[in-house]
Each structure stands twice: as structure tokens, then as C-alpha cells.
């Protein structure tokens, strides 16, 4: 046993048998079920806990951390793809000596169906808008997904799997990101700047880390009118204002499966948004392949020890 007291301060949605496998690495082990309600109530709840387990939702920060002495070690039952995006001050953490780790790519999957299936509801004109009126084909007679100018900004795991399930279908495939990636360009996808990419797509998929704002009011100017803007990060990928501005035209549509994503509620009274308040990352799939990637931390970091 690496822990004297391993404590999960909110539910973390890891499988039973992950649960129990907790216990091996740990004398006592406290796995919490509900919220906690305050920073004070987090720092009850860790204690002198010297190993932590936290989802995306509550904030570890220095605050809190300071307060904490016993910490060594931290597992983010979440994805961690930067210290600038985590929920955890990992700069504060590893100047404390405390090790901090995450994982990615757990929930790619159900996000590809998403939008697959928001897409072809929206170019057949299947089911109904927002506001209840029946949906209409997006170019007024029901198309395919063949032939559709598609730009992916953003082209790690998630965004190259986008990419990946459109091109199958027949979808002409564009993505911006930080350098052209040679095995996008063996598969014929383009390598465009930004602002080409969103002047030449009718669809936009914005495949971002959480808090990388790449659309602001140039961008928007140049993906211009009669387009559809999916976000699949955990927050927006635009500035509030000249995204509120282009909802504004009237001919445009959004797809953001939560809130966070879409920015807040505000713009639910906007008949061209279309968010179900919904993770569709988070599947029966998703949660084990969540809880095998926290073991696999928790087994290496006990090699350390």
C-alpha cells in the first residue's frame, strides 16, 4: 500500500470494480458521493489524506492545496491535457512535490457520434428545430454528408477522429493546427489557415482545450453567413461578442452538446442554437475506459514509490 488515506472529495464515475481496486493502494480508502457544497467542506473532506481523487468538477487551487499539507499525490479522474485547462494548480502542485496526473482520450468516441448524427438531422431536415417547429433540409432539399466542405480546427485525438468518421462518409476535409501533420496529408485532408479554413467550410468543428479561444471577431467575419459551427471542447472556442453577433444573422446554426461548451443559457433563446445540456462523451464505454487509464495511473505512479 502507497496511501495511508486515500480520499475521491466528489463522485468520479469510475466503474465499480474500479472502485474496489482502489483499495489495494490504500489503508483507508473514503470515496465521497455527493458534491461538496465549498472550498471549506473540500478541505474537510482531504483531511490528511496523502493521495486525492477529483473529477472536472471542483477546483483544486493553491487556496486549497495550502491548506492541505499531507497531499503527495493527486489523480484527476478526468482529462488533463495542460496545466493551463486543469481543474487542479498543477505549477502550485509540483512545486509542493505533489505528483498530479490525468488522462485523455476517453470519451472521443461518443462525441464522433454526435456529431454525425446532429449533422445528418440537420442537412435531411429530420426531427424538429429548438423551438418546435419541424426542421427543415439545411439547403432546402435533404443532402449527404459526400461532398460537404468540413473544417476541423484543432487536429489531436478528437479533432483527427472527426475528421476520420467525416471523411469515411465522403466529406471534403480541411483542418487548422499549430503544423501541418503528415499523416492528415496522406490522407488528402488540407492544411489551411484559419481564416482560409473558415471562408471555405460550410461546416466548422472547433475541436479545442479547454479555455483556447481561436474565433474572435476576424474569424467570425471570414466564416461569414450560412454556416454550421459545432464545439466539442469543454468550453467555448469564441469571444462572447462577435459570437452573439453572428447567431444574430439568422442563417447560421450552433451545435454544442453542453452548456459550458456554448458559453451559458444566454443563447438558448437564440432559435438557431442547439444544445441538449448533455456530455455525449460520457457513455457506459466512455466511464471504463475512464477507469482503466486512473489505475494505470495509480499502478505507475507505485512504481515510484
Known amino acids: ?17 474500479a472502485n474496489k481496486a482502489l483499495e489495494s493502494f490504500t489503508e483507508t480508502l473514503i470515496l465521497h458521493e455527493d458534491m461538496p457544497s465549498s472550498a471549506d467542506e473540500v478541505v474537510a473532506r482531504i483531511g490528511d489524506a496523502d493521495g486525492v481523487l477529483v473529477s472536472y468538477k471542483t477546483n483544486l487551487g493553491r487556496d486549497i492545496l495550502e491548506r492541505c499539507p499531507n497531499i503527495k499525490y493527486i489523480a484527476m479522474c478526468c482529462s488533463l491535457y495542460n496545466p493551463e485547462s486543469a481543474n487542479v494548480d498543477i505549477h502550485y502542485a509540483n512545486s509542493r512535490g505533489i505528483t498530479v496526473t490525468g488522462v485523455r482520450d476517453y470519451g472521443d468516441e461518443g462525441v464522433v457520434e ?3 448524427s446532429e449533422l445528418v438531422r440537420c442537412l435531411h431536415g429530420f426531427g424538429t428545430t429548438p423551438d418546435g417547429k419541424q426542421r427543415k433540409p439545411w439547403d432546402g432539399v435533404a443532402r449527404e454528408i459526400t461532398g460537404l466542405k468540413v473544417g476541423v480546427v484543432g487536429l489531436g485525438k478528437s479533432g483527427g477522429m472527426n475528421a ?4 469515411f462518409l465522403g ?3 480541411s483542418y487548422f493546427a499549430r503544423s501541418e501533420k503528415e499523416d ?4 488528402g485532408y488540407r492544411f489551411l489557415p484559419l481564416k482560409q479554413l473558415l471562408a471555405e467550410s460550410e461546416v466548422v468543428i472547433t475541436c479545442l482545450n479547454k479555455n483556447t479561444i481561436l474565433l474572435h471577431e476576424a474569424e467570425f467575419e471570414h466564416l461569414g453567413n450560412n454556416k454550421i459551427l459545432f464545439n466539442t471542447g469543454l468550453s467555448p472556442a469564441w469571444d462572447a461578442e462577435p459570437f452573439e453577433k453572428w447567431l444574430k444573422t439568422g442563417d447560421n446554426l450552433v451545435y454544442c452538446d453542453t452548456i459550458p461548451a456554448l458559453g451559458g ?8 442554437v442547439n444544445c441538449m445540456n448533455v456530455s455525449t ?16 495511473n495509480f499502478a505507475e505512479y507505485a512504481k515510484t514509490q
Not at 492528415?184 to 490522407?187: D, I
Not at 443559457?265 to 438557431?272: C, D, I, R, S, T
Open 184 to 187: 492528415a496529408k496522406a490522407k
Open 171 to 173: 466529406a471534403d476535409i
Open 1 to 17: 500500500m502507497i496511501f495511508k488515506k486515500l480520499v475521491g472529495i466528489e463522485p468520479l464515475e469510475l466503474i465499480p470494480s
Open 114 to 116: 454526435y456529431i454525425i
Open 164 to 167: 476520420d468518421a467525416l471523411a
Open 265 to 272: 443559457e444566454a443563447y438558448l433563446k437564440y432559435p438557431n
Open 281 to 296: 462523451g460520457r457513455t457506459r464505454q466512455a466511464f471504463r475506459r475512464l477507469s482503466e487509464k486512473v489505475l494505470a
